[in-house]
């Protein structure tokens, strides 16, 4: 099945600090989204991507959908402590519902 | 909008006993999604309904697991009997029109 390929597994910044994250795949996706998870609580989705090489933003948070398609960044500026969590990617295919999830990236963020 | 409801939140049981969790998906929502999440396995779908109707349970585990959606406001995934290793916590998912689910809050099953 498809697989995503999370990076990096987890991050230790200062608050201030950008941060960088991706993903990449061996298939193609026509949509990408960026989810956040905090203790205890469900996945909330960020940012969704839909086509190629489209770039958004929303606040401090930037992602780009790859060129290829294959791959998905998130950018997140001057990072603050409530920016910690788990971020998760997500691509999904086509007319398929499913959304196949990386391992996810531990952000911590030290005040 | 309340979101999607998950109850319980929290769960523990013993080995061997029944364990239903329940899930009230987003009102006009039309697509919902039972999801596991364990440390080793991240998050893996385990069934996908489309207006109520089963459309994809591939992802479940054994016939130890069963769901039902009998309405548009209501699903439930069923454990029986449980086994230490069906710990993790379970999301319910549901989405409408648009790309994306919205996640509940989830149910930390502990079977002991």
């Known amino acids: 099945g498809q697989q995503l390929n999370q990076s990096p597994q987890s991050m230790f910044i200062q608050e201030g600090e950008d941060v960088s994250m991706n993903c990449t795949s061996s298939?193609?996706?026509?949509?990408w989204l960026w989810y956040k998870q905090e203790p205890g609580e469900g996945p909330v989705l960020l940012i969704a991507l839909y086509k190629a090489g489209e770039l958004t933003s929303n606040g401090r948070l930037t992602a780009q959908f790859g060129i290829t398609r294959k791959d998905s960044f998130l950018n997140i500026s001057a990072s603050i402590p409530s920016d910690v969590g788990i971020y998760f990617c997500a691509g999904q295919g086509g007319s398929n519902y499913k959304l196949t999830f990386g391992k996810g990236t531990l952000l911590t963020v030290n005040p | 909008d309340a979101g999607v409801i998950q109850s319980p939140r929290h769960e523990v049981t013993e080995m061997g006993q029944e364990v239903t969790l329940r899930c009230k998906p987003i009102?006009?929502?039309?697509?919902l999604f039972w999801y596991r999440q364990t440390m080793m396995r991240g998050l893996e779908l385990l069934i996908y309904f489309n207006n109520n109707v089963p459309i994809d349970d591939s992802g479940m585990p054994e016939d130890r697991f069963s769901a039902k959606m009998p309405n548009a406001s209501f699903s439930t995934l069923k454990i029986q009997p449980s086994e230490p290793r069906d710990s993790a916590v379970y999301f319910c998912?549901?989405?409408?029109?648009?790309?994306?689910?919205?996640f509940g809050s989830g149910t930390r099953l502990t079977v002991v």
């Open positions: 998912a549901s989405s409408g029109q648009g790309y994306g689910y919205t």
């Open positions: 298939s193609i996706f026509n949509t």
């Open positions: 009102s006009g929502h039309n697509s």
